[in-house]
């Protein structure tokens, strides 16, 4: 009961996070090799708006023709600007397919990708419906958050002072020398005044032959 509680609050939470209702998809055929590879499943930004869709980016959506089936293929080109309407094209696919590349509008699309999680879908063949579900989704879920504090801790020692820093490491900083370098000091210090006193009675001796 509080596993399957815990799924629920995972997904729904994976949902909110992602702007769409199914955050996740396996990859079911080989049309964007190497890129992606069959079971590979995507975690999909659905908050990405599909006006800010670019050349480049791999999308998922429904396919245009009887919007029977998911897929997830590049983009090619942007054949319309009013509405927008766009062309995908599977990366291993030698040209873009009619019905499934194109004509795609904002009513097909649903979401950008934004992770990929090698071959973890290898579960839903290992396992049957609805443990396989929930051990993605709870993989997914650690996932995410881990990524997520990695961000937060990587914001947060970009906004540290890089100037007081320096100045902590370098205060700690331990040097094996330093007693010899002290003992240095102090025999030169030491030779100094030597010197200093010799001289001194050079020229006293000097100063007592040019009396005479």
């Known amino acids: 009961m509080i596993v399957a509680i815990g799924v629920v609050v995972i997904w729904v939470g994976l949902q909110v996070a992602f702007g769409t209702q ?7 055929s080989g049309s964007m090799i190497p890129v992606l590879q069959v079971y590979d499943v995507l975690i999909v930004q659905g908050h990405e708006p599909f006006e800010d869709i670019k050349v ?25 600007d009013e509405p927008k309407t766009i062309r995908t094209k599977g990366d291993a696919n030698p040209a873009s397919i009619p019905g499934t590349d194109f004509p795609i509008t904002k009513e097909e699309y649903i979401g950008k990708v934004a992770y990929t999680i090698p071959q973890i879908g290898y579960i839903t063949q290992l396992l049957k ?15 995410v958050v881990k990524q997520m504090s990695k961000k937060k801790n990587e914001k947060e020692l970009s906004l540290k002072d890089p100037f007081k820093q320096d100045s902590n490491v370098e205060s700690s900083v331990n040097i094996p020398e330093l007693d010899k370098l002290e003992k240095d000091n102090v ?4 030779e100094e005044s030597k010197i200093e006193t010799k001289n001194n009675f050079n020229d006293s001796n000097y100063s007592e032959k040019e009396q005479k």
Do not use: C, L, Q, T
């Open 129 to 143: 419906p609805p443990m396989n579900y929930i051990i993605i989704v709870i993989v997914i879920g650690i996932m």
């Open 22 to 28: 199914n955050p996740f998809y396996v990859v079911a």
């Open 187 to 190: 025999y030169s210090k030491h």
């Open 56 to 80: 480049g980016d791999i999308i998922v959506f429904n396919r245009p023709s009887g919007h029977d089936r998911v897929i997830v293929h590049r983009v090619a080109a942007i054949i319309d």
